[in-house]
C-alpha cells in the first residue's frame, strides 16, 4: 500500500519559542516541548507552553521530567508528573512525553498506569528512558499493553543509526496486532544523531519506521556586549553567551526531502 505525507511525522524538540516559530516556519508537523534541552530537557513551565500556544497551530507535546538524570521515581517524583499531566492537559496540551522505570531496568508499569490516568484525550509518548531498559523487546511490549502511542527511541544506542537494528524489530512488533487499532502502535519514533539527509534515507529505507525526531539547532551568539570573562553561572564548559535554537533552514531541508521520498 502507498503511503503519503501523512504517514509520516517529523517532529522537533524545542525549549523557546524561537525555535517553535522557526520550527513552523520550516514545515515541522510536531512539537515536544522542554525546558533544558541541554541537558536533555526537564518539565517546560506553564508560561512557556501559553506563549508558545500563541505563537504556533502545530501539535505540542509536552515533555515531564522533573530532573536530570535516571528515570527511577520516588513517590514524591511520580506525584510531580501525575500533577504535571492533569495540568498540562487543562491547558490544551496535544499530549506529553513521559517515562518512568524501576530499579531493576524494566518499565514502572504500575506508576506508569497511575499517570496514565490522567492523560484525558492526550497522545503520550515514552521517552528515551526506553533505551535505558535492560529487557527492550519485553519493555516494547509493556508499553504496548500499555496503550502507549508513541515510542521514542535511539535503538539503544547513542545514535539511532548504530541502533537500527532494534528499530527495525520494533516497527515489525508494533505492527502486530488483532485489530487493525493496534496494528502500527506504538509509532516507533526515531532520535539521536540522524545529522544528515543520507542518514535519514537509509534509516527510513531500512528500518521502515514513519516517524523522526530532532532539533535542528544551531549556535546563537548572544547579543550582549559587556561579558564579564570572570564568572561563570552554570555548567563549567557552557558559554552564558551562546544559545542553541532551531534552525528554520535545516527544518525546511528535512521536510521537503521527506515530501521527495514519498513521491520516490
Known amino acids: 500500500m502507498s503511503k503519503n505525507f501523512t504517514d509520516y511525522t517529523y517532529e522537533l524538540c524545542v525549549d523557546s519559542v524561537e525555535s517553535v516559530i522557526n520550527a513552523g516556519k520550516g514545515s515541522g508537523k510536531r512539537l515536544e516541548l522542554c525546558s533544558n534541552l541541554v541537558i536533555g530537557g526537564t518539565t517546560p513551565t506553564e508560561a512557556l507552553f501559553n506563549e508558545v500556544k500563541r505563537n504556533t497551530e502545530l501539535p505540542v507535546h509536552i515533555l515531564i521530567r522533573p530532573r536530570f538524570g535516571d528515570f527511577l521515581y520516588s513517590e514524591h517524583e511520580v506525584n510531580i508528573i501525575r500533577d504535571e499531566v492533569i495540568k498540562f ?24 498506569k497511575k499517570v496514565l490516568a490522567e492523560r484525558g484525550n492526550m497522545k503520550v509518548t515514552f521517552h528515551r528512558a526506553f533505551d535505558m531498559c535492560k529487557d527492550p523487546i519485553k519493555a516494547f511490549k509493556d508499553i504496548k ?57 537509509d534509516m527510513l529505507n531500512y528500518t521502515h519506521a514513519s516517524a523522526f525526531h530532532m532539533s535542528a539547532k544551531r549556535v546563537i551568539d548572544s547579543e550582549m556586549k559587556y561579558r564579564n570573562p570572570e564568572v561563570n553561572m552554570g555548567i563549567e564548559g557552557f558559554s552564558e553567551y551562546q544559545k542553541l535554537e532551531t534552525d528554520k533552514n535545516t527544518v525546511e531541508m528535512y521536510y521537503n526531502f521527506l515530501h521527495e521520498f514519498i513521491k520516490n
Open 145 to 201: 499493553e500499555l496503550g502507549i502511542d508513541i515510542l521514542l527511541t535511539s535503538g539503544q544506542k547513542k545514535t539511532a543509526i548504530e541502533g537500527k537494528e532494534l528499530i527495525k524489530k520494533l516497527v515489525e512488533i508494533s505492527k502486530e496486532g488483532k485489530t487493525e487499532r493496534e496494528k502500527g502502535s506504538p509509532e516507533v519514533m526515531m532520535a539521536c544523531g540522524i545529522d544528515s539527509l543520507e542518514k535519514l534515507e
Open 89 to 112: 492537559r487543562e491547558l490544551g496540551a496535544d499530549g506529553v512525553v513521559i517515562g518512568m522505570l524501576n530499579k531493576d531496568g524494566e518499565v514502572d508499569v504500575e506508576n506508569m
